[in-house]
């Protein structure tokens, strides 16, 4: 890891063997995270697990997560968002 990188808790994120993250990576893990093997990240790569309603009432009162996971072998160029797969709530 090639500092700096934040993270909201950490603990909700689960590495594979080898992962590289470069410098000014993000992740909110505020719901589970998992990465495979010899996963590559360039720099400012963002994976966000924070939801949140599209519809503007629903925002004001609530928000959510989704897990994201991401494969082995992968290589995540620099500058990327990631995001969990379309919402199921609040459309």
Request: hydrophobic share 40%; with cysteine; aromatic share 12%.
């Amino acid at each position: 890891m090639q500092p700096p990188f934040f993270c909201d808790y950490g603990s909700n994120i689960e590495l594979g063997e080898r992962v590289f993250f470069n410098f000014n990576c993000v992740v909110l893990d505020v719901c589970p995270v998992r990465i495979g093997d010899f996963t590559l990240f360039g720099p400012a790569v963002q994976i966000l697990t924070p939801m949140h309603p599209w519809n503007a009432e629903q925002r004001r009162k609530e928000e959510f997560g989704k897990p994201i996971e991401i494969g082995s072998d992968v290589w995540v160029g620099g500058g990327a968002i990631i995001l969990p797969s379309g919402s199921d709530r609040g459309q």
